[in-house]
């Protein structure tokens, strides 16, 4: 299958679908049933950020013991679909649901880097986009149209459906990046330091919008219905940028990253001075565009740029903002909340641009 072909973008596209519509299960519902089960604040806190971590872990994993090909991809869609199976059974007993959500999280950890890879390999820059934002349609509309009353069921078919798109979109297209050209025992982290610091600060400000948005603006006034289209809003915004964002990474990618994560910072601050004003919080959401999506696609393919090792720096990003900054970020908005938490999570993205902006143009 040629790589510019209508079938494999919507085959890529459909894996997206999803892989995304999954997340939006895992994060948006899964905490509410556990909640109901009886599980306190700081258990659903060590299940999520044993999951992270995982995804942090999974690369330093396989930069000495493994390299990633189709057959370990797929053997990650599989312990998908199993995790997900397993959740059901699993979930009124701590210990045992903990381990599975290890496990999918390590499985995780490994399938979005090999499609990502794949993708940035296939598409252009053009095309990219136009792809990847089905993953964002299928996180709105498992978000919108999923009932808590068949929670698992819905669960199991959508991990099975990522798998078999997944499987056809590996096996269709292998990627032509030969594994003398990933010898990932050369992959170094520090070469780019400011940059990965710099990845791993922008995703820890985004602790206190992920976990604790709703929470905020419900304590300023803002009904819940409203808040739900807050979220929305800036996923819709989010689909716009993905779909013409091309023009924009044909500019200089670094600084298209140095950009975003000072816009960033601003929608932030804009948070923080004025979460209790329905318009100006639109406005902020509107700024995903530009924090999330057109940010995430200038770093993959500034890493893909920079990097021989294509789809272990895939698993390095995923692991290193994702999973250790998610996981730390949580956290640490946990321990900030309050009416300036948005103010350090302002600053906290400031400093990732400053880093950016002040390290030393071969070392970023």
Request: proline fraction near 2%; glycine fraction near 8%.
């Amino acid at each position: 299958m040629k790589d510019n072909t209508p079938i494999f973008s919507l085959i890529l596209g459909g894996f997206y679908f999803f892989y995304f519509a999954l997340i939006g299960i895992y994060i948006v519902f899964l905490p509410k049933i556990l909640n109901d089960l009886g599980y306190s604040a700081f258990d659903v806190g060590v299940i999520y950020s044993a999951a992270a971590l995982m995804r942090f872990l999974t690369p330093f994993i396989f930069k000495h013991l493994f390299y990633l090909d189709y057959k370990i991809y797929l053997y990650s869609l599989f312990v998908i679909l199993l995790s997900v199976v397993l959740f059901s059974w699993s979930v009124e007993h701590f210990w045992f649901y903990l381990i599975i959500n290890l496990m999918f999280g390590a499985a995780m950890g490994i399938s979005l880097p090999y499609i990502e890879a794949i993708s940035l390999e296939a598409l252009s820059k053009f095309r990219y986009g136009r792809v990847r934002l089905w993953g964002s349609i299928g996180f709105m509309a498992i978000v919108l149209g999923l009932s808590l009353k068949y929670l698992f069921i819905s669960l199991i078919i959508v991990a099975f459906l990522m798998l078999l798109f997944g499987a056809i979109a590996g096996k269709e297209h292998p990627s032509q990046i030969k594994k003398k050209e990933e010898d990932n025992s050369s992959f170094s982290l520090v070469k780019y330091a400011p940059l990965w610091i710099s990845l791993l600060l922008m995703q820890l400000s985004f602790g206190g919008f992920y976990n604790f948005f709703t929470i905020y603006e419900s304590e300023v006034g803002i009904s819940l219905d409203v808040i739900r289209w807050m979220w929305i809003f800036g996923v819709l915004c989010e689909i716009i940028m993905l779909y013409f964002q091309g023009p924009l990474l044909q500019r200089n990618l670094l600084q298209v990253i140095k950009l975003t994560t000072l816009i960033t910072a601003l929608r932030w601050f804009m948070l923080y001075l004025f979460g209790h004003n329905t318009y100006i919080v639109f406005l902020s959401q509107s700024l995903h565009a530009f924090s999330f999506a057109l940010y995430h696609t200038a770093v993959i393919s500034y890493l893909f740029l920079i990097y021989t090792q294509k789809k272990l720096v895939q698993q390095f990003y995923l692991g290193i903002s994702f999973g250790l900054g998610g996981s730390l970020g949580a956290l640490l908005a946990g321990k900030l909340y309050g009416d300036n938490l948005f103010l350090y999570e302002s600053l906290i993205a400031l400093l990732a641009f400053g880093i950016l902006y002040f390290g030393k143009k071969e070392h970023v």
